[in-house]
C-alpha cells in the first residue's frame, strides 16, 4: 500500500509505523490500548480525544547526519556498516521552513569543513542536527551536534552566511557531545549567536525557548493539552497550584491566572532561568520557579500546601516523588504522561490516595502508537471532608 510519504513508501524510514492504517483508525487503536491499561479503575470519564493534522504538524526535527564533507546525509543513521545514512530533507510531517533548513545544512557543512561522524570508526565531528520552528513569533533554533570544540572556529567564521540565508534563525549553537554511542545532546552548549533562546508564542502568552530546554513537538496539540489543564484547575476553584517537572513553564502559564500563588519545579536549571523570566516580563508575580529534583522538595512542597498538583514527567514516569504525592493534602492532581504504560503503573500505586475523575488523550504524534494523556484526580481526602 502506497501511503502518502516516499520515504516510508521506499523503505527509507518506518518511523511511522502506523502510516498505513486510516488516521480513524489509528485514534481507536490508541483509544482500546488506553483503556484496556486503565481496566483496573472501575469508574471515571473518558473525554473525546484530541486530533492533530495529519502532515505539517512537527515543530522539532532530529536530524543525524552522515556521509561525507562533499556529500553530507541529512537523515537516519544507516542500518549497517555498508550504509552510510538515509536521507530525509522533505518529511511530510515537519513544518515546511524545517525542510527548506534542512535542504540547506550539506552545502553548509562542505563550507565549514564539517566531517560527518562514522559511528563505526569513532571518528569525524559532526553527529546531528536539531531544529524547532515556533509558528507564531516564526523564529527557529538550530542546534548542531558535535563529537568536539574542534571545528567551533570554523562553524562561527561561516555562521552568517547560513543566518543570511536563513533570518528565522534567532539562536544558533554547538552542542557537544563526545561520547561514542546513542546519547543524542552533551551537557555544553556553545553559541554562535546573541540569542540563547527563541521567542516562542502559544495562544496569548509569550515566552522564550531555550534550545536545551524540553518543548513538545506539536505546537498545536500543546496548546490544547495545556489549555485543557488550565479549564481543569479552573473548575476547582483552588487558590494555589505546584507544577512538578515543569520544564519551561508552559502548563504553569496558562494556570497562573486562575490562581493566587504558583509555584513550578525543573531539575533544569536553564529552563528554570527562562519560565522566571518570562513570568517577570508577564509580570506574574504570584508564579515563581525553582530549581530542583522533584523527589527532592518533600518539606518544600508540603510547606506550600498546594490545592492541586499538576505532573508532566519524562517517560519511565514519576519514580520516587510519587512519595510526595501519597503525603500532600492537595485536593486534585492533573497527571499528564507521554507514556501510557508508566502512567498506569503511577496511577495504581496512587489508587489508596487518589480516584481518577476524568482521562483524555491528546494526539500529538500521529502515525505512531505514541500519545499524550491527560487524566484528573480528587484526593480521597476529600470526600471526608
Not at 495545556?226 to 484547575?233: D, F, L, N, Q
Request: aromatic share 10%; glycine share 4%.
Amino acid at each position: 500500500m502506497n501511503t502518502f510519504c516516499s520515504y516510508f513508501n521506499q523503505s527509507i524510514c518506518k518511523s511511522c509505523n502506523r502510516i498505513e492504517d486510516s488516521y480513524e483508525y489509528q485514534i481507536q487503536k490508541k483509544l482500546d490500548k488506553l483503556t484496556t491499561l486503565l481496566n483496573f479503575i472501575s469508574h471515571y470519564e473518558m473525554l473525546a480525544p484530541v486530533l492533530s493534522k495529519t502532515t505539517q504538524f512537527r515543530n522539532k526535527a532530529k536530524f543525524s547526519i552522515t556521509g561525507f564533507i562533499d556529500a553530507p546525509v541529512i537523515g537516519l543513521i544507516g542500518e549497517s556498516d555498508l550504509d552510510l545514512g538515509r536521507e530525509i530533507k522533505d518529511c511530510k510531517l515537519h513544518q515546511p521552513e524545517i525542510n527548506k533548513l534542512a535542504h540547506a545544512l550539506p552545502d553548509f557543512i562542505s563550507l565549514a569543513n564539517l566531517t560527518p561522524y562514522q559511528i563505526k570508526n569513532k571518528k569525524g565531528e559532526i553527529k546531528g542536527a536539531i531544529v524547532y520552528f515556533s509558528q507564531n513569533s516564526e523564529q527557529m533554533y538550530l542546534r548542531l551536534i558535535l563529537r568536539s570544540k574542534e571545528s567551533l572556529d570554523r562553524i562561527k567564521k561561516h555562521a552568517p552566511s547560513l543566518l543570511a540565508q536563513f533570518p528565522k534563525i534567532k539562536s544558533l549553537s554547538a552542542n557537544i557531545q563526545p561520547i561514542a554511542h546513542a546519547i543524542l545532546e552533551g551537557e555544553e552548549e556553545v553559541f554562535f549567536t546573541e540569542n540563547h533562546f527563541i521567542e516562542h508564542q502559544i495562544s496569548d502568552i509569550k515566552m522564550t525557548l531555550h534550545p536545551q530546554g524540553f518543548v513538545q513537538t506539536n505546537q498545536f496539540v500543546a496548546e490544547q493539552l495545556y489549555s485543557t489543564a488550565a479549564s481543569w484547575v479552573k473548575c476547582t476553584s483552588a487558590d494555589s497550584f505546584l507544577e512538578l517537572f515543569s520544564g519551561q513553564g508552559a502548563f504553569s502559564f496558562f494556570i497562573q491566572k486562575y490562581v493566587t500563588k504558583a509555584m513550578g519545579v525543573e531539575i533544569n536549571p536553564e529552563a528554570v532561568i527562562r519560565a522566571n523570566q518570562t513570568a517577570s516580563e508577564m509580570n506574574w508575580k504570584h508564579l515563581k520557579f525553582m530549581a530542583s529534583d522533584a523527589a527532592s522538595i518533600e518539606e518544600t512542597a508540603l510547606a506550600f500546601n498546594p490545592e492541586v498538583i499538576l505532573v508532566n514527567p519524562p517517560r519511565r514516569g514519576l519514580g520516587s516523588s510519587i512519595d510526595l504525592l501519597k503525603k500532600t493534602e492537595a485536593q486534585h492532581l492533573i497527571y499528564s504522561s507521554c507514556n501510557a504504560t508508566s502512567l498506569t503503573q503511577d496511577l495504581e500505586k496512587l489508587k489508596d490516595y487518589f480516584e481518577v475523575v476524568k482521562v483524555q488523550l491528546f494526539d500529538m504524534f500521529p502515525h505512531t502508537d505514541h500519545f499524550e494523556t491527560l487524566v484528573l484526580l480528587k484526593s480521597l481526602n476529600a470526600y471526608k471532608k
